[in-house]
């Protein structure tokens, strides 16, 4: 079970859909403080390993993420936030949540 499963799907999972990429995104951006190992990512993100390792090299490709480092054989990986974009895509990320937390609320003071 995953962290995303136990609290269960986040805004932007159920607003764009729950697909490899989206959930490497929300991955990223919900535990974005650290670096992770391709392992610790696949399994905490709910990807499969080949295909983490694809999206990685075209994440890394594009500037979204980078690795940090290397402990012994791991590469560790981390949101580019040094990256214009990525700063755009996590306020969006966090502007959509807040928008469906507002209307939420405003839901449930309408019943």
């Known amino acids: 079970m995953t962290a995303t499963e136990n609290m269960g799907d986040s805004v932007f999972i159920e607003s764009f859909g729950d697909s490899p990429i989206n959930r490497l995104l929300d991955f990223f951006i919900i535990f974005g403080d650290f670096d992770y190992s391709l392992t610790d990512i696949a399994s905490k993100a709910n990807i499969g390993y080949s295909t ?16 940090s480092r290397s402990v012994g ?15 755009k895509f996590i306020n969006f990320y966090w502007d959509i949540t807040k928008e469906n937390i507002h209307g939420t609320i405003l839901e449930e003071i309408a019943v």
Do not use: A, C, D, R
């Not at 999206?55 to 980078?66: A, C, D, N, Q, R």
């Not at 981390?78 to 990525?86: A, C, I, Q, S």
């Open 73 to 87: 054989k791991s590469k560790m990986y981390k949101l580019n936030t040094e990256n214009k974009l990525v700063n």
């Open 52 to 67: 983490l390792k694809i999206l990685i090299k075209k994440l890394e490709k594009i500037g979204f993420v980078i690795q």
